[in-house]
Nanobody, 125 residues
Framework: QVQLVESGGGLVQPGGSLRLSCAASGRVFGIDAMGWYRQAPGKQRELVATMNNGGATTYADSAKGRFTVSRDGALNTVDLQMTSLNAEDTAVYYC???????????????????WGQGTQVTVSS
């Protein structure tokens, strides 16, 4: 099992910045990617940003140019620096980790997703 613990959520004014952090613990060997998703009231959970072990990143269109995802592979942490926040960014933000594994002949034959408890981000004046 992998445990993910988030920190850094809160209330911020429109135009402000916020940094989210997440630390993975437990059986972290095999983590292939870490990142952030969010879920606003009445909406489905959506990708915000992820980074794989090779450093490749994926951003939601709404996050491009405003949010930056970073990882420390040695410490198994992932951060999300958010700037120019607006009301549409209000949501519960979830840390995500993807673990892969398998036999020698198929080392990526299975994958499993892990989620943090979520941290509330509210953008309001």
């Amino acid at each position: 099992q992998v445990q993910l613990v988030e920190s850094g959520g809160g209330l911020v004014q429109p135009g402000g910045s916020l940094r989210l952090s997440c630390a993975a613990s437990g059986r972290v060997f095999g983590i292939d990617a870490m990142g952030w998703y969010r879920q606003a009231p009445g909406k489905q959970r959506e990708l915000v940003a992820t980074m794989n072990n090779g450093g490749a990143t994926t951003y939601a269109d709404s996050a491009k140019g405003r949010f930056t995802v970073s990882r420390d592979g040695a410490l198994n942490t992932v951060d999300l620096q958010m700037t120019s926040l607006n009301a549409e960014d209000t949501a519960v933000y979830y840390c995500h980790a993807k673990k892969v594994g398998g036999p020698v002949e198929a080392p990526r034959s299975w994958s499993r997703d892990y989620w943090g408890q979520g941290t509330q981000v509210t953008v309001s004046s």
